[in-house]
């Protein structure tokens, strides 16, 4: 069977979790952690980063974007990567657009709200979850609810790698329990609300919750009525 190397709360992590839970594919899991990564790891990706995956045939594949088109090409359906040239060009862009700055901002606040007392036992520094709260997502927020306005998908009209690179880092503010703000950006609050229902992101925030604690689906559900 495959192998998925990575932490499950990492969003690169999660959005190959994501794809597979799409395709129906199953993969063992080796939940190292990026900061400790084991000896000899660079044979697995040279920059040592997670996440990794191993096919049975036991080559090594680095790299979130690149291993879900790699499961694309391998499983075509269903489909992740657009095949319409515009469709493909605007999927890769959100997709570089989630992997970079939105997974960045977020990250500042999942660390400090979330990962720093659980993990690091340490309290929250609410200097920085404000400063990414009031500076640094706001355009990025208005930039996605500009892109969606009132249709189901980001990209054409099916569910794609691009819904995947956004929903994947929302999962981590959502488990931080800080909703978006429904007035200032109305058409992302409903899509993050649809988006991560999905029965494949709702798997994985549960089974995060399982094994994470945060928010439960149930009251994470009613904080986004």
Known sequence: MPTLHGHPLSPYVRKVRIALAEKAIEAESNPVVHFAL???????????????????????IPDSSVIIAYLDKVQPSPRLIPEDSVLFARALFLEEFADSAFSMGIAQIFLEQFAAPLFMNRPTDQAVVDKALHKTLPPLFAHLDQTIGSRPFMVGDAFSIADIAIASPLNNLRHTGIPIDATAYPNLRRYADQIIARPSMAGIFTAEVAEYGGESPEAAAKKSA
């Open 38 to 60: 084991p000896e000899g790891f660079e044979k697995l990706h040279p920059l040592r980063k997670i996440p990794v995956w191993t096919t049975d045939a036991g080559e090594h």
